[in-house]
């Protein structure tokens, strides 16, 4: 398979870049700027592209790596630092601008037959964000765009293949950044474009096969879209050597244990082990009500009942997880400790023993995963389930967890759900759920006067969660919904919207 290496200098568009590189059809992977060179030469890679950085070239300090790279006679692409770095590693000349470039800015080419601008327009806008420019560049290179505060907005040397350019060929706002990048793929690297779902899908499957021989494999289904994906790919390498053991501890979405079950036992070759745990957990959480204890009550008896249920099997092969790429990238940022600790996420007991873990998503992107799901025939629902905290409605439900009120929070929520999806407002946001906040309030009802459950609706619209908006939803909608969840669910009188921005809110309210 032909292979692009994203070196990392740290910049924050790292990941989009081996996406964007991967929309071309072309796999992608991402090394930190630590990587022995060593490893690039076995890499066997068709073009490398140095990404962005916050840092400055002359500052000693800031990420370097060694010219040899630009001897390999790989392409070489620079982005943002990664241009001004080569341009600093040749011995061009880098300063610090009077004035930054940021945002949408007039590019213009002034090398039309430049490989990488192939059918790109003399003029057209592309997204900046620089202080530092290159001001010369050597013998050998030649410039081939500017912009009004950079003449030297892009350069190359045809002949060793090594280009560079200011502005971000990555962010949807370069207007011809997706031809760039590819031209540089297809143009100047000569890829061809091998990298497919539907060919993804074949080679694991066949090397899970490999693998699995004729052992058993156990997999830790939570209805979530990676271990989903992960089960829906084992299944179609080694069909009832798969077992899939479903802990549903009664805080699902309403019905969604359910769904997770049938769509696993009718769709899939599988033994399915699901897990009826609801009231073992109420009874662990009675008289709770602190947040940070409920979590913890909640983790401690999955990790119990999983496990437990994992030493019923008696043979037990080898252990899957759905680990995707994202959990598993050593950046340039000097993260590496972070990723081991979360890429062994998965604690044994000392007593359980596999042959080996096996990741078959751990090279794909959250958007690939989906990709891969949809191909498999896992339901739509399913491929696109929005963020759902593994402790479950246990941190919507504020105070003590009862049956009881999972109920009234499952039902308010179902309607939820129900309308979102009917009107079809749901593609506009990232998560929405209902909260239980545990008080009451008084209302009337005909003649009577109530005194029972507030309900609030949590609507976020974000990109990465580290920061939401709360959504913006048309009053109609939020005035159909309230109407609803006060009609149709038992014992709730009063609904209210969230209107709390993160920060400072959470999107959870714990
Ligand atoms: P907060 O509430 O921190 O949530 O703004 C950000 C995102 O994380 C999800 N979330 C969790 N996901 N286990 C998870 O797998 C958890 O314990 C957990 N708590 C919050 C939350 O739903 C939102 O998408």
């Not at 060919?199 to 997999?219: A, H, N, P, Y």
Request: hydrophobic share 35%.
């Amino acid at each position: 398979m032909e292979k692009i290496l994203v070196l990392d200098f740290g910049g924050q568009y790292n990941q989009l870049i081996a996406r964007r590189v991967r929309d071309n059809n072309v796999y992608a992977e991402i090394l930190p700027y630590t990587v022995p060179l060593s490893e690039i030469k076995e890499g066997n890679y068709k073009g490398i592209i140095f990404t962005g950085g916050p840092n400055s070239v002359f500052d000693m300090s800031s990420p370097h790596y060694t010219k040899e790279i630009l001897e390999l006679g790989i392409p070489v692409l620079g982005i943002c630092y990664g241009c001004q770095l080569i341009s600093w590693m040749v011995g061009g000349n880098v300063e610090t601008a009077e004035q930054s470039e940021y945002g949408k800015i007039d590019l213009t080419v002034t090398k039309k037959q430049s490989e990488i601008f192939a059918d790109v327009d003399e003029s057209s806008v592309v997204w900046m964000s620089h202080t530092d420019r290159v001001k010369t560049m050597p013998a050998g290179f030649e410039i081939t765009a500017k912009t009004e505060a950079c003449p030297i907005a892009a350069y190359e040397n045809e002949e060793k293949k090594i280009y560079g350019v200011q502005f971000h060929p990555e962010v949807t706002h370069t207007q011809f950044g997706f031809k760039i990048l590819r031209n540089f793929l297809y143009n100047v690297c000569g890829c061809h474009g091998d990298w497919k779902m539907d060919s993804f899908i074949d080679d694991t499957v066949k090397s899970l096969r490999e693998k699995i021989g004729d052992k058993k494999v156990i997999l830790g289904l939570s209805g979530g879209v990676d271990s989903s994906v992960a089960a829906g790919l084992l299944s179609r390498a080694v069909g009832k050597q798969l077992t899939c053991v479903f802990v549903d501890q009664g805080l699902m979405r309403k019905d969604e244990g359910d769904f997770v079950e049938k769509t696993f036992t009718s769709l899939f070759d599988m033994n399915f082990v699901r897990v009826n745990c609801q009231d073992h957990f109420i009874n662990a959480l009675k008289g709770v009500s602190d947040p940070e204890q409920k979590r913890k009550i909640i983790g401690t008896e999955f990790y119990k009942v999983f496990w437990d249920e994992i030493r019923k099997q008696a043979d037990k092969g080898f252990f899957a997880q759905g680990t995707i790429y994202p959990d598993c990238i050593e950046s340039g940022k000097g993260d590496a400790d972070k990723i081991k600790t979360h890429h062994n996420k998965v604690k044994m007991p000392d007593d359980v023993e596999f042959i080996d873990i096996i990741e078959p998503l751990s090279s794909l992107f959250k958007d690939e995963v989906r990709a891969v799901g949809e191909k498999l025939g896992i339901p739509h629902e399913l491929v696109w389930r929005q963020p759902f905290p593994g402790p479950g409605l246990g941190v919507r439900i504020i105070g003590e967890i009862t049956k009881e009120k999972i109920e009234i929070l499952q039902n308010a929520d179902w309607v939820l759900r129900d309308e979102m999806a009917k009107n079809g407002y749901e593609k506009n946001l990232a998560q929405f759920f209902c909260v239980l906040p545990g008080v009451n309030t008084v209302g009337v009802m005909g003649d009577h006067r109530t005194y029972d459950n507030l309900v609030a609706i949590r609507a976020v619209t974000t990109d990465d969660f580290m920061t939401a908006d709360w959504a913006k939803i048309p009053y109609d909608i939020l005035a159909k919904v309230s109407n609803r969840i006060t009609n149709e669910v038992k014992h709730v009188n009063r609904v209210v919207y969230d209107i709390t921005s993160k920060p400072p809110g959470t999107v959870e309210w714990e």
